[in-house]
């Protein structure tokens, strides 16, 4: 399974960014699909994930100001991004499970700086 994430930029704060997601198979295979952020020196840290069902769950520190949603008929995840903090700024990696099985895109940079 390939992972493809795109949308990453820079902005300023208090800025939007939509991140997108594509895979090489179809989403129906998937349970859930998410977000993962990461800084240098630190750990990956859960932005934000989504199953199924569409039953989404948000790390607190995005919590209404992220938004995370699945189409399973145009095959593609999207973080839709609000109200950008530079804390925000990280690589953002996007994932799907499948069969107990985390596979992992290659990131986007989201850099939030005036």
């Known amino acids: 399974v390939q992972l493809q994430a795109s949308g990453g930029g820079q902005v300023q704060p208090g800025g939007s960014l939509r991140l997108s997601c594509t895979a090489s198979?179809?989403?129906?295979?998937?349970?859930?699909m998410g977000w993962y952020r990461q800084t240098p020196g630190k750990e990956r840290e859960l932005v934000a994930t989504?199953?199924?069902?569409?039953?989404?769950n948000y790390a607190d520190a995005v919590k209404g100001r992220f938004t995370i949603s699945r189409d399973a008929a145009k095959n593609i995840l999207v973080l839709q991004m609000t109200s950008l903090e530079p804390d925000d700024t990280a690589v953002y990696y996007c994932?799907?499970?499948?069969?107990?099985?985390?596979?992992w895109g290659r990131g986007t940079l989201v850099t939030v700086s005036s």
């Open positions: 994932t799907a499970t499948r069969l107990a099985f985390r596979y």
């Open positions: 198979r179809s989403f129906s295979s998937f349970s859930t």
């Open positions: 989504v199953t199924s069902s569409s039953n989404a």
